[in-house]
């Protein structure tokens, strides 16, 4: 199967949970194909790094395979195909997480805490933020980094309904700035040239076009931008601006201190 676009939840559900739980129930690879020294860890471990690397793009059951030495067929015998594995691999990624105690300096320190570490897994794995999780990984790392991300909203007087609403709209925000990001980087890295430079032959080309007073607002703006950050955006600024409309966004709404 060729790479692409990937949601989780897109296999064969019963196979993908047990795979996910392998650990706690131990199954044995199917038939299909010989045996040859490898584990469903040591698939992930080689996807994962394939993903890193190349992007989902470039994640294909033969490219696995061949980073680990084995045929296609024997890769078939542990994991059934690529959609099973992108589950177990977001999975990893989530149970690799840290999840220290939560911050005692308040319920924004400590979705802030949250919201920091799901950027350090995208920065880590910028695949992760493009893979839709409508139907998420049902394993332990989805277990124990909701549970841990939950708790972040303790002693709030939300009700369940509210509290996974709170949680998934931070995590919203995260994963819609990682993925701009990665946007932006892959630009970068497909034309050869950093926003520094494309701004520095656009800006001179646009100011002998654009009349600034048909446009005063936007010229304006935009040349302030372009000015302050060398690009048309700043990430780091628009993350921290970000974070904190949907902090403050979020204390409005729910009634929070």
Do not use: C
């Not at 690529?82 to 319920?107: Q, T, V």
């Not at 790392?141 to 909203?153: D, I, P, S, T």
């Not at 369940?160 to 709209?169: E, F, G, T």
Request: hydrophobic content about 45%; overall charge negative.
């Amino acid at each position: 199967m060729t790479g692409g676009p990937a949601a989780t939840g897109a296999g064969d559900p019963a196979r993908t949970v047990a795979l996910l739980w392998r650990h706690r129930r131990p199954i044995e690879p199917s038939r299909r194909g010989p045996r040859r020294g490898t584990s469903v860890d040591e698939i992930v471990a080689a996807a994962t790094r394939i993903a890193d690397r190349d992007g989902l793009e470039g994640l294909t059951m033969r490219q696995v395979a061949g980073a680990l030495g084995v045929g296609p067929m024997t890769l078939y015998s542990y994991v059934p195909g690529r959609a099973e594995l992108i589950d177990l691999m977001l999975d990893a990624a989530y149970l690799a997480m840290e999840r220290p105690d939560h911050p005692d300096e308040g319920w924004r320190a400590r979705l802030r805490a949250t919201a920091e570490r799901n950027r350090a897994l995208f920065t880590a794995h910028p695949w992760a933020a493009a893979v839709a999780t409508g139907r998420p990984p049902l394993g332990p790392g989805q277990f124990a980094k909701y549970e841990h991300e939950l708790r972040g909203l303790d002693g709030l007087g939300l009700d369940d309904l509210d509290r996974d609403a709170a949680l998934a709209h931070l995590l919203d925000f995260v994963a819609g700035h990682a993925r701009a990001r990665a946007a932006a980087a892959g630009t970068d890295a497909g034309t050869g040239v950093d926003d520094q430079g494309w701004w520095d032959v656009a800006g001179p080309a646009l100011a002998e076009l654009v009349d600034d007073a048909e446009y005063p607002t936007a010229t304006r703006v935009g040349s302030a931008v372009g000015a302050a950050h060398g690009s048309a955006a700043d990430p780091d600024r628009a993350w921290e601006f970000g974070l904190a409309v949907v902090l403050d966004g979020l204390a409005r709404h729910l009634d929070l201190p």
